[in-house]
């Protein structure tokens, strides 16, 4: 058997690049315990910015049977993306020996794709109707990349029972139902592991936003208004110091935001960085607030469980206990001042109880049964 995994995504590092990172190694060397030929298709912002797949040579055993290809089209405009998979992909697969594909993100799958399994992240697209700048740019890629791969892939997987409980919400059927399974995304985070690092160490005890600059979907000016409503009651200088890039579709909206909060002085953006200044902004943290509703995983919330810090969540946050268990603060992001009380009085208790999460290894072990299924 020789499988295809597909790992792609566009921009910075982010969600779904995390996912791709964490998991990688381990599924690949699940798979190839099995004997499972691994072709892993990467785009080339994917293999840019990722640093499992970007140092891929140094830890591959066995570089005959588990290769990683640089794959242009992935990184093409979506239209041209589009057609190369209706028309061309099922002939790569041939001329490669390719039996077997996965998608680890943004699932094109047609009926005659080789047996595929589709990984689905969040269903945003269901959600909000104008969630990528217009409802027929949305309309499109809920098409493309959600109810296509819905009725085509072999195997559907839900990053976790929120992601599934959404699907099933939409889109419930009998048939979805036998061939839909939940996976539940590692949280066992590797940042924990980065080398100590210098940065900007600020003076007053501050929060940390993590992810995309997206102001509507992240929450970010509710984490400006929480902060500030911290300020106000405890009479401690508090500060917001914010992490993240930006991607195509929330660019404009991301900048307007940035510019509108530089008039405050303890609000901060340090961009898009690296894996260890991350880790060590994450060492430094009272907690870590994440106030999207709509999340599939969230990723800074098990980043700030893995570093024995609290994540201030939003309490329509479905999938928050998942991926963070007992390290949360949960609060009504529109009621800044009764959320702030809280934060105050939960900050004030010292850190959150150590959690056991689910582990990457169980992740990929449970993927490679997927795949051999297939």
């Given at each position: 058997m020789t499988v295809a995994i597909i790992a792609n995504y566009l921009g910075p590092k982010l969600g779904i690049g995390q996912y791709i990172d964490q998991l990688i190694q381990p599924l690949v060397r699940s798979l190839r315990q099995e004997s499972v030929d691994v072709l892993v298709l990467g785009s080339p912002n994917a293999v840019k910015n990722t640093p499992a797949l970007r140092d891929w040579q140094h830890w591959v055993e066995d570089a005959d049977s588990a290769t990683l290809k640089v794959l242009p089209q992935l990184d093409d405009a979506p239209g041209k993306r589009y057609a190369w998979?209706?028309?061309?992909?099922?002939?790569?697969?041939?001329?490669a020996g390719i039996d077997r594909v996965?998608?680890?993100?943004?699932?094109?799958?047609?009926?005659?794709?080789?047996?595929?399994?589709?990984?689905?992240?969040?269903?945003?697209?269901?959600?909000?109707?104008?969630?990528?700048?217009?409802?027929?740019?949305?309309?499109?890629?809920?098409?493309?990349?959600?109810?296509?791969?819905?009725?085509?892939?072999?195997?559907?997987?839900?990053?976790?029972?929120?992601?599934?409980?959404?699907i099933l919400y939409f889109r419930d059927s009998a048939a979805l139902r036998?061939?839909?399974?939940?996976?539940?995304?590692?949280?066992?985070?590797?940042?924990?592991?980065?080398p100590p690092v210098s940065i900007p160490q600020p003076e007053h005890p501050f929060l940390l936003s993590v992810g995309r600059i997206d102001p509507a979907a992240k929450r970010l000016p509710e984490a400006v208004n929480l902060v500030s409503a911290m300020r106000s009651l405890s009479n401690v200088p508090w500060e917001?110091?914010?992490?993240?890039?930006?991607?195509?579709?929330?660019q404009a909206a991301g900048e307007d935001f940035l510019q509108s909060v530089k008039p405050l002085s303890w609000v901060h953006y340090h961009g898009h960085?690296?894996?260890?200044?991350?880790?060590?902004?994450?060492?430094?943290?009272?907690?870590?607030?994440?106030?999207?509703?709509?999340?599939?995983?969230?990723?800074?919330?098990?980043e700030a469980a893995s570093f024995n810090r609290w994540a201030i969540v939003s309490h329509k946050n479905a999938a928050g206990s998942e991926?963070?268990?007992?390290?949360?603060?949960?609060?009504?992001?529109?009621?800044s001042q009764s959320a702030a009380a809280e934060v105050i009085y939960r900050l004030q208790q010292g850190s959150p109880p150590t959690v056991s999460l689910p582990s990457w290894a169980d992740a990929a072990s449970a993927y490679a049964d997927a795949i051999r299924e297939l």
């Open positions: 998979f209706a028309l061309r992909f099922t002939s790569y697969c041939k001329a996965v998608w680890l993100s943004n699932p094109i799958v047609m009926p005659w794709h080789p047996p595929t399994l589709a990984v689905i992240h969040d269903v945003n697209e269901w959600k909000a109707a104008e969630k990528y700048g217009s409802r027929l740019k949305t309309a499109l890629r809920s098409l493309v990349y959600l109810d296509t791969s819905l009725k085509c892939a072999k195997t559907i997987v839900a990053i976790s029972k929120a992601t599934e409980a959404d036998q061939k839909l399974k939940v996976i539940l995304n590692g949280a066992d985070s590797q940042l924990k592991n980065q917001l110091h914010i992490l993240g890039g930006t991607n195509t579709s929330t960085v690296e894996d260890a200044v991350l880790a060590e902004w994450y060492r430094h943290t009272a907690g870590v607030v994440f106030l999207s509703d709509n999340e599939g995983f969230g990723f800074p919330i098990a991926s963070g268990s007992d390290a949360l603060i949960t609060i009504d992001a529109e009621q």
